[in-house]
Structures are given as C-alpha cells and as structure tokens.
C-alpha cells in the first residue's frame, strides 16, 4: 500500500502458540531479520532471456511491539471434577485385556484420546484422565499411585494404566470421563467411554490342611532324603549307646 507517495509491502507471519498460565504472554527476545533489497540489475540466463537480480541488500531488524494480548483463565464456573486442563476438542476410547482374570491379577486399561479440534492442540501437553477421582474404579480396582504417561502418535495420545480387581463382585471397568475447555464456545464439555464387562474369578487359596499333606509326600526330584523323626516320649531321651564312651587303646608302634 502506498503512504504519502511511498509503497509499502506488508507480509502476514502468523503462528500458534499455546499458553500455559494467564496474564500477558512472554514471547522471550522476538525480532524479525529481513535482507533489504538496494538495488536491481538486468542479467541474461543460458538461453540468453534477460532476467532480474539483486545487485545489493542490506539487513533490516525489526522487533515488534505486543499490543493488548492478555491470556484469560479458564472460569471456574461449571468446571467438571474430572477436567485435567485440556483445551480444545476431543473423544476417548478405553479397551482392557484381559478381561478375564482372577483376583488381584493385573488388567491393562488402555485410553485412546483423539484429537478433533479444527487447528490441532499440543498433545505433548496432554495429560491423562484423573483415575483416582473416579468412584467406581477406586472401589473395585488398586491403582498405582501417580498419573499415566502417554504416547503420542499424529492427533492422538495413548494412556497405559495396570488395574487390579479387588474382588470377584466386580462385574466391569466402569466408564472413564474426560472432560475439556471449548474456545469456540467458552464451554466445559466432556466424553465418556463404555464400560468393559470383565469377569473375575475367585483367588486360589490352599487350607493348611493341603499344605502339610503336600508336604509329606514322597521327596521331590533332586532333593535329599529326609532323616527318620526322632522318637517321642522317653525314649527321645535316651542316653547314647554305652561303646560310644568306651575307652579303646590303639597300637600304632
């Protein structure tokens, strides 16, 4: 555009940023480098066609002035207890394996979490559904302690987490929430997976009975023989045998 009998080019550089506090943004040292073109000559290619090149430049550094920009905080207001501060649009899938176990043995939950928002989010910064605020999983399940770490893989990440059923009464993992800020509509949404029917089997135990009949059978392979029981009552008591004390005299000579 021109301004006062002077042309000027404008270029657009644009790119995303994602905050991760509220308040004016710190954009660190911000310039912009441009080689300025002060001059032009007319040279001829291989096939003798003229063609323009510089003849001359100089660099120009520009840093640019931030105007007005102040990152708001998401509102408390309808904030949903299962929100782990995403911001944009997802949807979640959960599969486990396997689902058929007994007690105590451990279950691998799997969480999917696709990334659907129009410009794509940060997903390294993504973190996982809060396990532990999930009422019915902490009472049929033992978690580990501490959040799951993820994979990402495009526009999705893949959350791992070990489940341990308490007893044989649980029937299924229960359905996991995740919960995210819309920009577009300044809302809280949330998603939420099917449960997974499991069946869990009761824990193998053994009475002591079983143990000390298992235990007296016939010697295992590899082990030695066992020595006979002592005698009971007096005779446990018994002297030893009289020629183990006798004196015998040896002639060496």
């Given at each position: 555009?021109?301004?006062?009998?002077?042309?000027?080019?404008?270029?657009?550089?644009?790119?995303?940023?994602?905050?991760?506090?509220?308040?004016?943004?710190?954009?660190?040292?911000?310039?912009?480098?441009?080689?300025?073109?002060?001059?032009?000559?007319?040279?001829?290619?291989?096939?003798?066609?003229?063609?323009?090149?510089?003849?001359?430049?100089?660099?120009?550094?520009?840093?640019?002035?931030?105007?007005?920009?102040?990152?708001?905080?998401?509102?408390?207001e309808g904030r949903p207890e299962s929100f782990s501060g995403a911001v944009g649009s997802f949807a979640i899938r959960a599969t486990a394996s396997p689902t058929d176990a007994a007690g105590g043995d451990p279950i691998t939950l799997v969480l999917e979490i696709e990334d659907l928002s129009e410009e794509g989010t940060n997903l390294a910064l993504l973190q996982a559904p809060p396990l532990d605020r999930v009422a019915a999983l902490v009472e049929g399940f033992r978690l580990p302690p501490g959040s799951?770490?993820?994979?990402?893989?495009?526009?999705?990440?893949?959350?791992?987490?070990?489940?341990?059923?308490?007893?044989?009464?649980?029937?299924?993992?229960?359905?996991?929430?995740?919960?995210?800020?819309?920009?577009?509509?300044?809302?809280?949404?949330?998603?939420?997976?099917?449960?997974?029917?499991?069946?869990?089997?009761?824990?193998?135990?053994?009475?002591?009975?079983?143990?000390?009949?298992?235990?007296?059978?016939?010697?295992?392979?590899?082990?030695?023989?066992?020595?006979?029981?002592?005698?009971?009552?007096?005779?446990?008591?018994?002297?030893?045998?009289?020629?183990?004390?006798?004196?015998?005299?040896?002639?060496?000579?």
């Amino acid at each position: 555009f021109d301004v006062d009998g002077r042309t000027y080019y404008v270029y657009d550089l644009s790119t995303r940023i994602q905050p991760l506090r509220p308040g004016p943004p710190d954009f660190g040292p911000l310039s912009i480098t441009l080689n300025y073109p002060t001059g032009l000559r007319v040279d001829r290619d291989f096939f003798g066609r003229r063609q323009l090149s510089l003849s001359g430049a100089r660099p120009l550094v520009a840093v640019p002035e931030i105007l007005g920009l102040e990152v708001l905080p998401l509102p408390e207001e309808g904030r949903p207890e299962s929100f782990s501060g995403a911001v944009g649009s997802f949807a979640i899938r959960a599969t486990a394996s396997p689902t058929d176990a007994a007690g105590g043995d451990p279950i691998t939950l799997v969480l999917e979490i696709e990334d659907l928002s129009e410009e794509g989010t940060n997903l390294a910064l993504l973190q996982a559904p809060p396990l532990d605020r999930v009422a019915a999983l902490v009472e049929g399940f033992r978690l580990p302690p501490g959040s799951p770490a993820g994979v990402v893989d495009g526009r999705g990440k893949t959350f791992t987490q070990t489940l341990r059923p308490i007893s044989d009464e649980v029937k299924e993992i229960p359905p996991i929430e995740f919960s995210w800020f819309d920009p577009t509509s300044r809302e809280y949404r949330a998603a939420r997976t099917a449960a997974i029917p499991i069946t869990v089997r009761p824990t193998e135990t053994m009475s002591l009975s079983q143990v000390v009949q298992a235990d007296s059978g016939s010697p295992r392979a590899g082990s030695s023989p066992r020595e006979p029981a002592p005698p009971a009552g007096l005779l446990a008591h018994r002297p030893a045998a009289g020629s183990l004390h006798a004196d015998e005299d040896l002639d060496i000579g």
